[in-house]
């Protein structure tokens, strides 16, 4: 067995460089950054000067279960993500902006379960949900079964923006994309082969995707983004595709303001990921706010108390990335791993994979 591998870190550029550059400058000159060599990560309670983290889901992804091809892919992904919001807001520009366009990159992602590569419902159809919240003013903005638009998490904002509303769903919230200039996507388009073997198996018939022949990896879910800027200002967005064979018109915690997502100044920036179903139940990302207002927790504590005590008290798994206004990072979880990754004010990027990267919290 190779031994095991560190979290890559990324450096993006000295920060002076970095804030002197144009979001588009940053954007093109990040591609050819070559970091150094891999360093371990801090403990998940330790993590500092965050400006921006994401999630890729929680669930469990022991050491060996990739091929270095899908781990590159993974990491690739998270790193995008990372650069693409990190140039953002180097370039000043609002943390909504950050945390959108960050999840656009995993929502275009074959390898998460969101937008391009969501996972089926019973009926062989991707039903997609999204919110964003912004810490500053508490604006909210969700959609939940949508069908036919390539990102939701814009079409969340723009729910939040261009209308008095908060919560959209199904044809309405495919027809107010519509109304507003949103391009009309077919749904062959969220379709991949990864996603359909995982239906036809949870239909009962593993072996009819491709002879049965190989192992099929059931890694990437629930994406989500929470940043920070440099007035403490911060937001949170979520999105995801459900779960596999999921009834029609189900809705889980990803699109629920209080449940999947919540974003507040005066405490943090949470994004969820695990079972839906007890995340509403328990509203836990309001709950890790609310623990930091009222409890006067540190983010970590608040994060930890809900998602490894609350959570699995209603019989389910899961996991957060909060962000507080001071650059805290906290990642618990109380599945075996989730994936994730985060830059620092120096542009440096760790992005974890495998259940021993993250610390449970």
């Known amino acids: 067995m190779s031994s095991p591998q560190r979290p890559f870190l990324i450096t993006a550029g000295l920060a002076a460089l970095v804030i002197g550059l144009s979001s588009s400058q940053l954007a093109a000159g990040a591609a050819t950054v070559r970091g150094p060599a891999p360093v371990q990560a801090p ?58 366009r960050a999840v656009n990159v995993l929502e275009d992602d074959p390898n998460f379960n969101a937008g391009k590569g969501a996972v089926f ?50 044809k309405g919230a495919d027809d107010f994309a519509l109304r507003n200039g949103v391009p009309f996507t077919t749904q062959d388009y969220f379709w991949t082969q990864r996603r359909w073997d995982q239906l036809l198996a949870a239909k009962g018939n593993p072996q009819a995707a491709r002879g049965g022949q190989g192992k099929r990896l059931e890694v990437g879910g629930t994406v989500g983004a929470i940043a920070l800027d440099g007035s403490r200002n911060v937001a949170a967005a979520t999105s995801t595709g459900g779960l596999t064979n999921k009834q029609v018109g189900r809705v889980g915690d990803s699109p629920v303001i209080g449940a999947g997502t919540y974003a507040d100044n005066r405490t943090a920036a949470v ?39 609350k959570i699995p008290a209603l019989g389910a798994t899961g996991g957060v990335i909060a962000l507080d206004g001071r650059g805290n990072l906290a990642a618990p979880h109380s599945t075996k791993g989730i994936i994730n990754g985060y830059v620092n004010r120096d542009g440096e990027i760790v992005t974890r994979l495998y259940d021993d990267e993250t610390p449970a919290g």
């Open 43 to 100: 403990p998940a309670s330790g993590i500092r000067d965050v400006v921006l983290a994401v999630h890729g889901g929680a669930g469990s992804l022991p050491r060996g279960s990739l091929t270095p091809e899908q781990e590159k892919a993974y990491r690739d992904g998270l790193t995008r993500a990372l650069r693409t919001g990190y140039a953002l807001i180097k370039d000043g520009r609002p943390v909504l902006d950050a945390v959108e």
């Open 121 to 170: 419902n019973t009926d062989a159809e991707q039903e997609l949900d999204a919110s964003i919240m912004n810490g500053k003013d508490l604006r909210s903005g969700a959609v939940a079964g949508v069908h036919h638009t390539k990102n939701p998490i814009s079409l969340a904002r723009l729910v939040m923006e261009k209308s008095p509303h908060v919560f959209m769903a199904g």
């Open 271 to 309: 994004s969820s990921t695990g079972t839906g179903e007890a995340f509403i139940r328990a509203v836990a990302a309001h709950d890790i706010s609310a623990l930091i207002e009222y409890g006067r927790m540190p983010v970590a504590k608040a994060a930890a108390t809900v998602v490894n005590q």
